[in-house]
């Protein structure tokens, strides 16, 4: 009996495959057969009918939006990472919060005359 894999790249608008031979370690040795399946115009595959816009339009906004939201996190918390071993910030976290709520301004303005 023959040992096979089979390869296969679905695009958006074609389906391509590849049939390899396999030696006795499963290992690729030879192609026995490939080919490509277009999909045509008239099937619309992936798209809206009525607009022909890509069904993959409101997804892939959404991956785009929590990317960059968990990129966003990551920034703030690198960023309090570093401003706590430096020194800057507490590093209890409840210290932290109590920060927030000083007014900055008067700290400002209390930094002219003290250290």
């Not at 045509?40 to 339009?57: F, H, I, K, W």
């Not at 906004?61 to 910030?89: E, P, Q, T």
């Not at 919060?97 to 008067?106: G, R, S, V």
Request: proline letters at 3%.
């Amino acid at each position: 009996m023959q040992s096979y894999r089979i390869g296969i790249d679905l695009g958006t608008n074609a389906l391509c495959w590849c049939l390899l031979k396999l030696d006795g370690n499963r290992e690729p040795c030879g192609i026995l057969d490939a080919g490509v399946r277009i999909l045509s115009a008239n099937q619309e595959a992936g798209r809206d009918p009525q607009t022909g816009a890509s069904l993959a339009v409101d997804r892939r906004d959404a991956h785009s939006a929590r990317r960059r939201r968990d990129r966003f996190l990551l920034r703030r918390k690198d960023l309090m990472a570093s401003l706590v071993a430096h020194g800057l910030m507490p590093e209890d976290k409840t210290e932290r919060k109590a920060l927030e709520k000083l007014d900055p301004y008067e700290l400002r303005a209390r930094g002219l005359d003290k250290k």
